[in-house]
């Protein structure tokens, strides 16, 4: 099905100012994870005044809206309403959630990750109720609760929601995206004897374990992508089990931040550090383990649950029919080729690829600037990425048949 490209780019057009001042508004309402109740009110209603054929939240907090389609296959659109901190206001240029427009760019804590990108969505999903165009298939617009603490709400959302393909909206420069490593996060934990610190012979010190292993760590092998590059590993946390500093501690737990290419599993991860551990540790009495570290989640919803702490890793092979598709239809509104990349960060993309959902990326905004105090998002991107989100959920859909 070829897109009415005037169509959309007419009605789209008509819809840019609303777009921008829901999207200052949405950035304007703080919305932490597990804090997300205030503005997924906003959100719902906000669906609903765009004339959705069904919004409703599920059980963890998501917002899910539909457009009704025909019997063809069925495309998710996903995004998230949490953010991380916005950290010491003074570090920012404009306050973060002022949500100040200047030079033509939107300013803000989520402005770019994700908060505008999922205005576009949500807009440009609405048009197919404007321009009186019935999808092959339904099509979901989802935001998640979450992202920023593992993909809790995408995790659930996949358990009930299912489609043929999907459209991940973190931000790409508007470019497509086909993957990204993945992120697995780990505890390692020595232990050792305690002792009074006068005393030192009496005691096993385990931060000497955790020296040698921290010297062994670089030469670890890792696995590589042809695309993605290789997998790293950064030491990140540090604890003891004491809190006196005249005590030799018993326990050192020391937190890794893994991140992993396709080729890579979260089990194999754990018996290579696993491996490591028992070589450095060999000649002495000290002993460590490591496991993937697992936290306990509440949304604002109430539901709670217990996940381990893994974004899987995902690559769509460059001649994937979902990737090709989609880039054909980018250059096709676009006017240009700006080729196909990938992440260099985790997204919620992983958890639907994972759940059997083909997932190319897509969403305005520059990529480096999340989490930063310089996020900010271009509104001619925006309005851009306003036009361009019909053409591919069409062509993921032809792709999907």
């Not at 973190?170 to 020595?190: A, I, Y």
Request: aromatic share 6%; hydrophobic share 40%; charged share 20%.
């Amino acid at each position: 099905m070829e897109p009415p490209l005037e169509n959309i780019r007419l009605v789209a057009q008509e819809r840019q100012a609303a777009m921008i001042d829901f999207t200052q508004q949405i950035v304007s309402i703080p919305s932490l994870p597990g804090q997300e109740g205030e503005v997924a009110e906003v959100i719902s209603k906000e669906m609903n005044e765009l004339g959705y054929d069904e919004v409703w939240i599920d059980e963890a907090g998501n917002i899910i809206g539909k457009i009704n389609g025909g019997d063809g296959p069925a495309i998710i659109l996903n995004g998230h309403m949490d953010h991380v901190d916005a950290g010491p206001a003074g570090g920012w240029p404009y306050p973060p959630f002022e949500a100040r427009i200047v030079d033509g760019e939107l300013w803000g804590r989520a402005s770019v990750d994700m908060k505008g990108p999922v205005a576009c969505m949500m807009y440009a999903t609405s048009l197919f109720k404007q321009i009186d165009l019935t999808p092959p298939g339904d099509v979901f617009m989802t935001v998640a609760v979450m992202e920023e603490v593992g993909g809790v709400g995408t995790q659930y959302l996949v358990s009930h929601l299912k489609a043929q393909a999907a459209i991940c909206g973190e931000p790409s420069n508007n470019t497509l995206r086909r993957g990204h490593r993945g992120r697995v996060q780990l505890v390692v934990k020595f232990e050792g004897r305690s002792a009074h610190a006068s005393v030192p012979h009496l005691g096993v010190n385990p931060h000497y374990a955790v020296a040698s292993f921290l010297s062994a760590l670089p030469s670890l092998s890792l696995a590589s992508d042809e695309t993605l590059g290789s997998s790293t590993v950064a030491p990140t946390l540090y604890s003891t089990d004491q809190i006196s500093p005249n005590v030799i501690p018993g326990q050192v737990y020391l937190t890794l931040d893994w991140r992993n290419v396709p080729q890579e599993s979260p089990a194999e991860i754990v018996s290579k550090i696993q491996e490591l551990l028992n070589v450095c540790l060999a000649d002495t009495e000290g002993k460590a383990t490591v496991a993937v570290t697992t936290d306990e989640f509440t949304t604002y919803t109430g539901k709670a649950d217990v996940l381990s702490s893994i974004f899987p890793s995902y690559i769509l092979a460059a001649d994937d029919r979902f990737v090709q598709a989609a880039h054909r239809a980018l250059i096709n509104v676009l006017n240009r080729d700006d080729g196909v990349d990938v992440w260099r960060f985790a997204t919620d993309g992983g958890h639907l690829v994972a759940a059997g959902i083909p997932t190319i990326g897509f969403g305005p905004g520059d990529d480096t600037l999340p989490h930063t105090n310089q996020e900010r998002i271009p509104l001619a991107q925006m309005e851009e990425a306003l036009v361009a989100y019909i053409p591919l959920i069409l062509a993921l859909a032809e792709a999907a048949k």
